[in-house]
């Protein structure tokens, strides 16, 4: 009786107590980096070339080759994709595609193929089977002299032993080796990724600085297989990256912020400037190239054209619901137009889509003048443009390897490429304010009529909400 | 490419559009030609332009002019009543007494007034009209008149002035309705006395008038053809937290530009006076020199990061999107009036009377007073604070800023010492929230936490709210009281220009020849009568130093979330922020100390002290009627309470210790107990769950009491479980009194009549003496009849009168957050908590006798052993 009583007088105290709500803690969806197993006693002896290494690595990890020959980093391609207006699924990557900075590998395989995940590529003759053609070295390198040179094959000089014995799990110098310096360059390509992220500070980006966070801590990797994938090689976001991957998408404690999220992507907020510490290229004029002109990197090359510069970049925003339409080898274009090579699908109208950050990159390059559409010219090596500074013979032996018949009559395009901005996150303090999207005093950030709005949604209802 | 068709042009303008230069919204207003005072157009007369006359072809600028509180600021007639406002009241912390005027110094010449703080004034009123009404450029020029006559500086005389030449100042529509203002411009023709050209160089930064080597010349490109500005160059628009700032304070409202400002400084009074700065930016971004900034992820106002403007809540009286029927001449019937002025009826006659709340400096138009929408008629606090307890007490006492701007990070005002002016005519002053001189930029800035003062608000109650105070010290003479002038002072110091000499050498301390900043204090008697003495000689007939404090409110730099106070033992504790002394002044004149403020809604309740040379104020809560749990105490119950408990403690002591010591010498004779069945289940269920309850309650009130000493569970959680315990206990002894009623077990309570007194006093000897000597107790204890008289005794004063006062001042305690009404009447928390604390000590002090008492059994653990097990040994008698 005794112990009825004490729980009846207990009890309601226990319950009443008030407890705090639980929250999810993102550190707990961080993928666990594996031990690091020292390789230096392991490895031994002269290694005669990069293969000879692979075949060394494949002794143990007998799965790896053929794990990485089933990925993008070794294909250069993504799935198949019915497109419409065109008979077949369409393979799209980096094989193939046009982009409106080097343009394409295709005729220039051995400088663009210096960041394949293989050795040799030097031409169409690849052996994309071989597995002793997969480099290990380009990710799993911890010695820090370990660099490729023409068609992937370990440059000059270059301690193949030290690099083996040095293994490790890929950090941001190894992945940044390359996809900090796309598009001939340290910051020329992407704006959200460069060498200013080998070491940031927490102002470059919260997640590498701050916190010291590696590549494959959001790019989360099983089997070689690595998350992650952009517009300016894929049509669609399978295997995407995402915020939401570590984060509560309801963190936001304030009402109005939370009312944000379906419409406003992350990033959007959260990534207010690019290129903080490097210049990037937003600019490429190739019909300007071929001149003798004063040479400087960030304005006129010979071999190149004239370019812009700029640093700090406030990111443009257009609906992006993860997918993008992709010019295609091959497709009509309309010279009087911009051609936009990659433009982000998504409206207003999209569910799926949120107000996304690009950085957006115009550029002028080589189009078939009778045939309307785009050229890969040569560029590299023998009888290339940037040797001979003949658009022409560029052309024609370019187009001789993409299997696009060509003219005889070329001209200049613009171009546009969209690239999204999803790197340089800054700390929560520095997220973009009220005022830098919905002032009528200032210089708002958004467009509201480009985007599909009728005026500023803070006053006229968001997309949400009826029309008023 | 059929699939780009749609993206195409969406995609095609947004490039497009975002590349192109950012196309400003185009202004509504049609386009108007530029009219001087004669009504012909500017670009052919090349004359000043007229507002009234260019503004007041489609606006009625007469009805605008006159009902204007910004206008009418000036037009209060002369006196030296407590005003800090208008330039034209005697303003202590400018000391706008230009005027060598004796006979009537209070009066300040218009033209004066207008050259030196006319920038402070938008114009119209006293800058157009005299006192009887008349346009101040028709009335004749008199040098007697202090509106038609001015203090010419470098002549050191009065002499006329000319309005007929310089203009007279008209409504400055422009300052307001314009984004691009040139206020420098602006002041710099006020100052130069072409007051007819003020409003006109308000335009130069919009590109309408150039200035030249002469004076303005109006830019014909800023013209259309037909003679009227464009439209695109003068947009004119509604008042943004620009057009406020360029009085107000400051404002910033650029979202990238850093803010820098060294704060302090006289152009820019509100945040001069209290600190405030509107500017939707992170004060971690800012350029300030603040102290740990990195951590100040808040914004300077969180209402301007919310993009809230000024007229959002300051807006126009009869501005029909705002305008709601006072609720006084509202009918009972009606929620909403959908009756609105039309706009274009509002267009045109917009009353410029701006809706204000109370703030005690802006005595101007006090029509308008608590005009204004208060913080609870947008905020619905009800919901956002169901984290904090007694909701409604705190609503009833705190104004939601005392909460919401715990601190202000600009620096600010905190003295001005006119009783002695430095080379430039300056008086020396005294900064909050920094340590060191004020107007460097590399200064650096603490921010200072504003001084919560009792205020009676619009609904009657009243509260505390923060407040910015800045003391004032000046000399005045003559009776009825009058303020000496500033040429007098330049006399005294600086006669022909430079330092007197026995002034000098009274105050330069470190003797470098010259007065620095911190020499310039009249700190000592001997100082003072010298200047005295000189004023005296000036012929001013018994000068001496007279001190005013003058508080200003402070309602923006809001602060959110994790920024405000939210903490309990903020207030409830020993170092409560409602009574930290708060930083008069660190230098001020000898033995002259201020007055208390005391006005109709404010009133400083507390007291001055000096600290370390420095002038504090200690602000008393409970002078201004507030009791703070945890904080206050009131000693006469403390002492008196301790006092009875030590006493207690002592008896029981020396009564223990002596027994102790009587037992050893007496005999061990077995004597022949029995067992008898005492308590029953529930009596002793009821005893222990009482006496849990009560030393649980006196325990957590312990911690209530003093969170600072006795802080083992946090203030608001020890509150929590002594309401739960206050439960527990009530119940518990209705539950009791009910079952002793009801089952007539009540009598043993009750005394009997007959031998009442004799076998108290049987009982009190046996326990003064006899039970040394080892004698029998005079009572026998039975089953039913368990209690001794003077137990009898005890119990009817603890569970009659004890118990319940104590429950009942609990409750309404409690009750204070629902029933504010009843507990007041009952003398609020000012009496019920320190009641609630004697009676509480009471209890303390029973509970250790009680508990000694029961060790006067048989045995000495005989008593307890009852009460646990319900057998107690008895002697056989």
Known sequence: MLFSVALFLIAPILLLIPRPAKQSDPWSNLPTRPIHTNHADLIKGEFADGSAVTRRCLECHEDAAVQIMKTSHWTWESEPVSIMGHPKPVILGKKNAINNFCIGITSNWPPCTACHAGYGWADNSFDFGNHENVDCLVCHDGSGQYVKGNAGYPAEGVDLVAAARSVKIATRDNCGGCHFRGGGGDAVKHGDLDGSLYFPSERIDVHMGKHNFICTDCHVTRNHDIKGRSISVSFHAQNQVYCTDCHDKNLHADERITAHVSTVACQTCHIPEAALKEATKMHWDWSAAGQDLPEDTHEYLKIKGRFVYAKNIQPEYFWYNGSATHYILGDKIDPDEPTMLNPPNGDINDRNARIFPFKVHTAKQIFDAQYNYLLVPKTYGKGGFWTEFDWNQAAKLGSADTGLPYSGHFGFVSTVMFWPITHMVATKEKALQCIDCHSDTQKSRMDWTALGYDGDPMFRGGRKTSKL | ?877
């Not at chain 2, 509107?278 to 102290?291: F, R, W, Y």
Request: hydrophobic share 40%; proline share 5%; net charge neutral.
């Open chain 2, 1 to 877: 490419m059929k699939r780009y068709n749609l993206l195409f042009p969406v995609l095609l303008g947004a490039i497009l559009f975002a590349q192109c230069l950012f196309a400003q919204p185009q202004s509504m207003h049609p386009a108007f030609p530029l009219l001087d005072g004669n009504g012909k157009n500017v670009l052919q007369s090349a004359q000043p332009v007229s507002t009234m006359l260019t503004c007041g072809n489609c606006h009625d600028t007469r009805y605008i002019e006159s009902h204007s509180g910004h206008v009418a600021f000036g037009l209060f007639p002369l006196n030296t009543q407590d005003s800090t406002a208008s330039p034209q009241h005697w303003n202590r912390t400018l000391y706008n007494l230009l005027t060598m005027n004796m006979k009537n110094p209070a009066t300040g010449s218009v033209a004066n007034q207008l050259m030196s703080y006319g920038a402070r004034h938008v114009g119209g009123g006293m800058a157009v009209y005299s006192s009887t009404g008349q346009r101040l450029d028709n009335i004749p020029a008199q040098t007697d008149n202090p509106e038609t006559s001015y203090w010419d500086m470098n002549a050191g005389q009065i002499a006329a002035w000319n309005w007929r030449e310089s203009g007279v100042v008209e409504m400055n529509c422009f300052i307001c309705h314009i984004p691009v203002i040139d206020n420098q411009a602006r002041q710099a023709e006020l100052a130069a006395g072409r007051f007819a050209w003020a409003n006109t160089a308000t335009l130069a930064r919009a590109g309408i008038v150039n200035k030249t080597a002469v004076g303005f010349a109006y830019n014909k490109t800023s013209f259309l053809a037909d003679g009227s500005v464009d439209p695109d160059k003068i947009r004119i628009s509604d008042p943004g937290n620009d057009n406020c700032g360029s009085c107000h304070g400051i404002v910033h409202n650029a979202a990238t530009d850093i803010l820098i400002s060294p704060g302090c400084n006289a152009a820019q009074w509100a945040t001069e006076t209290t600190g405030q700065i509107i500017s939707p930016q992170k004060i971690a971004v800012s350029g300030m020199n603040l102290v740990n900034k990195n951590d100040l992820t808040r914004s300077w106002d969180i209402h301007a990061e919310r993009l809230v403007e000024c007229v959002d809540c300051h807006h126009s009286a009869n501005n029909p999107a705002y305008y709601q029927e006072s609720a006084s001449s509202k009918p009972q019937h009606l929620n909403f009036d959908a009756r609105k002025m039309s706009i274009q009826e509002y267009l045109y006659r917009p009353s410029h009377q701006f809706v204000r709340g109370q703030s005690w400096q802006l005595s101007t138009s006090t029509q308008t007073a608590n005009t204004m929408r208060r913080c609870e008629s947008c905020h619905n606090a009800e919901s956002t604070h169901a984290w904090l307890p007694y909701k409604n007490r705190h609503f009833n006492a705190l104004a939601c800023e005392s909460c919401h701007i715990p601190k202000l990070y600009s620096p600010t005002r905190r003295l001005v010492d006119w009783t002695v002016i430095n080379d430039h005519g300056q008086p020396r002053t005294e900064c909050r929230s920094i340590d060191g001189k004020f107007g460097s930029l590399s200064t650096p800035i603490y921010g200072y936490e504003p001084v919560l003062l009792g205020r009676i608000e619009p609904d009657g109650r009243q509260r505390l709210a923060p407040y910015n105070i800045i003391s004032l010290w000046y000399w005045v003479h003559g009776a009825p009281e009058q303020p000496v002038t500033l040429a007098m002072l330049q006399q005294v110091y600086y006669p022909n220009g430079s330092p007197a000499n026995n002034v000098l050498a009274s105050l330069d301390a470190n003797q470098n020849g010259a007065l620095d900043d911190d020499e310039l204090c009249l700190d000592t008697p001997a100082k003072i009568d010298l200047v005295a003495n000189k004023l005296a000689a000036l012929g001013l007939n018994s000068p001496r130093i007279k001190s005013v404090l003058a508080p200003f409110a402070i309602h923006h730099n809001v602060a959110g979330r994790e920024w405000v106070t939210r903490n309990c033992e903020s207030c409830h504790s020993n170092q409560s922020l409602i009574t930290r002394p708060f930083l008069l002044a660190n230098n001020y004149p000898h033995n002259v100390q201020p007055d208390l403020i005391t006005t109709g809604i404010l009133d400083m309740n507390g007291s001055l002290q000096s600290q370390e040379g420095g002038l504090v104020f200690k602000p008393s809560a409970r002078a201004a009627g507030f009791y703070i749990l945890g904080h206050d105490r009131v000693n006469g119950v403390q002492i008196a309470g301790a006092a009875l408990f030590i006493l207690v403690l002592l008896g029981i002591s020396a009564h223990g210790l002596l027994r102790y010591i009587a037992s050893r010498k007496l005999l061990k004779t077995k004597e022949k107990t029995k067992q008898v069945y005492m308590y029953t289940a529930y009596e002793r269920i009821w005893h222990w769950l009482q006496a849990l309850a009560i030393i649980g309650l006196i325990f957590t009130g312990l911690i209530i009491h003093s969170p600072s000493v006795f802080g083992v569970l946090s203030f608001s959680y020890a509150i929590y479980l002594h309401n739960v315990l206050a439960l527990i206990l009530l119940v518990n002894a209705f539950l009791s009194a009910f079952y002793h009623f009801a089952s007539g077990k009540i009598k043993m309570f009750l005394p009997e009549p007959e031998g009442f007194f004799s076998q108290a006093i049987d009982q009190m000897l046996y326990y003064l003496s006899g039970i040394f000597k080892g004698a029998p107790h005079p009572f026998e204890k039975t089953h039913d009849k368990k209690l001794n008289p003077l137990q009898k005794l005890t119990y009817l004063v603890i569970l009659n009168i004890l118990l319940p006062v104590q429950i009942i001042t609990g409750i309404l305690i409690w009750g204070a957050q629902h029933w504010p009404t009843i507990a007041a009447k009952l003398g609020g928390l000012l009496f019920l908590v320190p009641f609630h604390s004697l009676v509480a000590w009471f209890f303390a002090a029973f509970l250790i006798l009680h508990i000694y008492l029961t060790t006067t059994g048989h045995t000495a653990t005989s008593s307890i052993k009852a009460m646990i097990s319900g057998w107690e040994e008895i002697k056989k008698s």
